[in-house]
């Protein structure tokens, strides 16, 4: 066996990649993509965000890279917000998606062989009993149209109004989605009838408890609001969850508080709807992330990386107890996108054959292991946390008062931007630096990310000199 082969067999993922990664030919942004972000702004409208904060006119990704219109190659520590498990352009996907596209694309909600595949596959990986009596329901194509079918179908199951969501959610921007999300500055919550409690932030408690005393408290808050006639809220259609909040800011709740909550569902009869938008799809190291604490939901909503390598998809897969609905009650014109179909059938075969999830895991802990022993030389770094490839690192002024720092977050992105790492902001109070790369990342892609990452937040606390008042706290 030659040396290149040995290497190759040693990690499969190395040559998944532009190689070499970063490397950029100009100064970022280039000139090209000045000019394509100048065109932009004057043609789509204000509501445009990330070019506003990573300023790139993305051309071709390969894997866990891609490369600007003036040639710069980029590690890609964002993924699509989730989407690119499987990596940009993976030949398989590729491959599944054209042959389908010569074939057939459109077929509405008609039974067609993508289809029949694609629910056959996606039953197989599903948790518990969901494995037996799941039923699966395509409607429009993004994250936000699989909330709205799971909200739409539990109200109608239950014939109750009302829904329990929690504080940093976030379930995506049509009017539905927006009312179980928690964000009032993106125009929720709406006036759907929705009560957010407390999730289990343990570095920012909300009801001010540690969590090697609190009892799960916040889980106990739900079943006294339920048993309670003067809570003030009526016994509801479902409860929706995210198991690890993403754009909340990474959140993982702790060992034992999902199990809880799902027994507090089941004892009151009320739906439990899970999103795994996000996290599905072997993120945090388990093909779907509430497999982790062994639960299993009435209600699993996806998309993202469902989609294989971006195409447009999203479905709820659903307990058949819940299957109430009449013919035609929930349609979407999309809802029977072939290709995306095809591409996503294919997608979930390379998860398979290269075993992601195992992949995510380890690599996983290997970046948080990284990250904490750098942590005590990045004084403004409070808190790492994560699971599987779905990583959050918050940002503070002083780690004693715990006082965000947007700005540092914001600050420590561009450093990575300028060094040719792509990642993203999120977090309660936009302060936690957010990675969610291609699962396919190589072992020294994502060493070679976090070496910059920690480098670029250096680079930022020297250049936003704490104010004295942080510093005289620290003293």
Known sequence: MSTQDKHRSEDPFQEMHYAPAPSLATEVPGPRSREMLDEQEQLESKARSYPRAVPIAIEEGLGATMRDADGNTFIDFFGGAGVLNVGHSHPAV??????????LVHALDFPTTPKLRLMRRL?????????????????????????????????????????IAFQGSYHGMTSGALSVTSDVGLGGPQSSPVHFMPYPYCYRCPLGLQPDSCGMACAKLIDNSLEDPHSGIPKPAAVIVEPIQGEGGTIVPPDGYLPELRRITAKHDVPLIVDEIQTGFSRTGTMFACEYDGIFPDVMTLSKALGGIGYPISCIAYDERLDSWTPGAHIGTFRGHQVAMAAGEAAIGVMQELDLATHAADLGELALGILRD????????GDIRGRGLMIGIELVHDRDTKEPWPEMASRVRTECFERGVVIEVGGHFSNVARFLPPLVISRKLLLTGLEIFVESVRAAEEALARPLSASVRND
């Open 94 to 103: 590729l491959a599944a998606a054209a042959a389908q596209e010569r074939k």
């Open 123 to 163: 039953k197989e990986l599903l948790p518990g009993p969901l494995k037996e009596r799941a039923r699966f329901h395509f409607g429009g194509p993004t994250g936000s149209d699989a909330i709205e079918a799971a909200l739409k179908l539990t109200r109608a199951h239950t014939g109750r109004e009302s829904v």
């Open 374 to 381: 750098a942590q005590d030389s990045m004084p403004t770094v």
